[in-house]
């Protein structure tokens, strides 16, 4: 009997995410293969085959490593959608580079959900929102190279937090010291890390 | 001039001390006048620009009395005219050696610091502060004719133990100096004055001392310099040029003489907003959507020229026009920016742009440039320059719910609206140096 289509698929995930958990090197293609497992499957089999414990932190849930998180409107907590724009680090809403939740169409919102107005009654214009490694912290660190590269997953607050290296060729890395390759990968090192929770339970 | 002084030269003991009492007062008084016209010279140049000139000017001048440089400090290598004292009533002549000595550029200097002390009365630029600092150097000078004689009958005998301190006193002075200058340096952020001048009210425009503003309660009120407020009803965005005010209102905008209500010009539209005044040129912003386009006007040619075009919701803000430049900004999702045309060669000017910060509202002022620039948890009032590439920050607010707005920015003073998000109060502030 022809198994289901979603039964094969999560099948197929699991394979892949089994052998994403049962490999701990530091590889950069695992962090994209992971991220392409997780792409795919997107649900309850990568959780299962993952099964993290809640990870220590230094200064944020999920990151084990010294590297400092990249510069965003709420610094330390980098929190990216999957495209790498900033989220609001407790609602996980789309906020703009000033720090205000917005709407899809990028309009910052009062406290009542409604279009913030200006002093003269107007809806205020969308103000910029714009990409954690490669708007952010260019302009801030004065780096022209940077790319999201490398990922690895970890439990955080009951769902997998997906971390992600912002990666530089700079040998300096946001801290100030001597960087690590980490994930990175085609000579660049890791210069900042993001996270983006994937709403996956773990 | 402590042998001058004397119950002998002076008739008597009670003529002593008028004569040293007239002294001191002309001293003091003289030099406080210095230090007002170095004030009202400052605030006229723009303090800012004199401020890190006095910074280096003090370290140059620790620098020479410590021995590490030599250079001649100009000065009239003369004394008082002693024939004064036998010509003249010692009323005239004691109130004129302390006029001579406290104004200071006519007598030998032995050291450099009272040249630091006029260079920082001038970046003070504020003439009554300006006077009180300078007018301590006059009393300093009254003070070296009656402190010798405190204990001794013989004062020559103080001013000889003074000398023979002549070393700590040089290095204490080097010190001093050095201090001055560092705090000099960071004196443009640190000594600004911020102070509200107007409740409940935004958009400050300002021109020859006369302020508008326009208020929450929907009209625009005028405070010309010589007092008073003129109240325009149902207006909004004003802008003053000269005896001429353009607001909006609701059949578009309309130009008056502000001191009568004397419509001048009107631009008869619904789609109209954002003037911005120079006599005879109005810059405004027309919607003609899907798109947001910045004009100028000449109200006496009608000629009407484009500089700007953008798609909404692109923010193409309240543009600013003074001395034949425009100033505006726009705020895209992707980034936004301070633009400057010179209106005769056309020539264009990207002040600042940010793709992480919001860019808005900026003000002209001949070759200045103030905007506010708003970041995560701060916003930043700054200034720049058309013809350098120097920033300085004016004022800042750290918050995520206050900000600033609009500006304006007149020769010695910014103005701008403090906004309180989610109370939407706004005030007016005045910025000075």
Redesign the interface.
């Known amino acids: 009997m022809q198994q289901p289509e979603g039964t094969r698929l999560d099948r197929q995930a699991e394979r892949l995410s089994a052998k994403l958990a049962e490999s701990q090197t530091r590889k950069s293609f695992l962090g994209r293969l992971g991220a392409a497992a997780l792409a795919i499957a997107g649900g309850s089999a990568v959780a299962a085959a993952v099964k993290p414990d809640e990870a220590d932190a230094f200064h944020l849930c999920g990151h084990i490593w010294t590297t400092g998180s990249c510069?965003?409107?709420?610094?330390p907590l980098a929190r990216i959608d999957r495209k790498g724009f900033p989220l609001h680090p407790s609602s996980g809403r789309p906020i703009d580079?000033?720090?205000r939740i917005v709407d899809s169409?990028?309009?910052a919102l009062?406290?009542n959900g409604k279009r913030?107005?200006?002093?003269?009654g107007a809806v205020?214009?969308?103000?910029?929102?714009?990409r954690v490694c490669e708007?952010?912290t260019?302009?801030?660190k004065g780096l022209r190279d940077l790319r999201i590269q490398g990922s690895w997953y970890r439990c955080c607050g009951g769902q997998i937090r997906k971390l992600t290296d912002c990666c530089s060729f700079s040998r300096r890395r946001i801290n100030g010291d001597a960087s690590l390759v980490g994930y990175c990968w085609g000579g660049r090192r890791v210069y900042c890390v993001m996270y983006y929770d994937t709403g996956l339970p773990c | 001039m402590l042998e001058t002084f004397t119950p002998a030269v002076c008739g008597s003991r009670k003529r002593q001390i008028a004569g040293q009492s007239l002294f001191a007062v002309s001293a003091v008084v003289t030099s406080a006048a210095l230090g007002l016209l170095l004030g009202l010279a400052g605030s006229m140049l723009g303090a800012e620009q004199a401020v890190l000139g006095a910074a280096a000017l003090a370290l140059v001048a620790a620098a020479r009395e410590a021995g590490l440089i030599r250079f001649s400090i100009p000065q009239a290598r003369r004394q008082v005219p002693e024939h004064w004292r036998f010509e003249l009533p010692l009323p005239v002549w004691a109130s004129g050696y302390g006029a001579g000595l406290g104004a200071g550029f006519f007598t030998y200097q032995p050291i450099s610091t009272f040249w630091v002390a006029c260079a920082g009365a001038l970046a003070l630029a504020q003439p009554v502060p300006a006077a009180l600092c300078v007018s301590l150097y006059g009393a300093g000078r009254a003070l070296m004719v009656v402190w010798p004689r405190r204990r001794s009958d013989d004062p020559t005998a103080a001013v000889e133990r003074l000398t023979s301190r002549r070393g700590t006193l040089l290095r204490a002075n080097v010190v001093a100096l050095v201090a001055c200058g560092v705090l000099l340096a960071v004196a443009p952020a640190a000594g600004a004055g911020v102070t509200r001048i107007a409740q409940n009210a935004?958009?400050p425009t300002v021109d020859r001392g006369t302020i508008a503003f326009?208020t929450?309660g929907g009209n625009v009120i005028v405070r010309p310099v010589g007092g008073g407020e003129i109240t325009y009803p149902g207006a909004?965005?004003p802008s003053l040029s000269g005896p001429y005010l353009a607001y909006r209102d609701s059949a578009g905008i309309r130009v008056v003489r502000w001191a009568d209500g004397t419509e001048v010009r009107r631009i008869a539209s619904p789609y109209v907003s954002k003037p911005a005044l120079d006599w005879p040129r109005l810059a405004f912003v027309r919607r003609a959507s899907p798109y947001d386009r910045l004009y100028v006007r000449n109200l006496t040619s009608s000629k009407v020229t484009l500089y700007a075009t953008v798609r909404l919701?692109?923010?193409l803000g309240r543009p600013s026009l003074r001395h034949g430049r425009l100033a505006w900004h726009t705020?895209?999702?992707?980034?936004?920016k301070i633009t400057v045309v010179t209106l005769a060669s056309g020539a264009r000017r990207t002040m600042a742009r940010?793709?992480?910060?919001?860019l808005g509202n900026p003000s002209v002022y001949r070759t200045k440039v103030v905007w506010v620039d708003?970041?995560?948890?701060v916003t930043f009032l700054k200034q720049g320059w058309l013809t350098s590439s120097r920033r300085v920050v004016l004022a800042r607010i750290k918050s995520?719910t206050v900000s600033y707005?609009t500006t304006s920015v007149a020769s010695n003073a910014a103005y701008m609206?403090r906004?309180v998000?989610?109370t939407?109060h706004?005030d007016v502030y005045r910025r000075t140096p």
């Open positions: 510069p965003s409107p709420y610094p580079n000033l720090g169409a990028g309009y009062d406290g913030l107005r200006g002093p003269d205020l214009a969308p103000g910029p929102r714009t708007d952010w260019r302009e801030v | 935004y958009d326009a929450a909004t965005g919701p692109t923010d705020a895209t999702r992707r980034e936004s940010t793709r992480i910060g919001l708003a970041r995560f948890g995520r707005w609206t906004w998000m989610p939407a706004t």
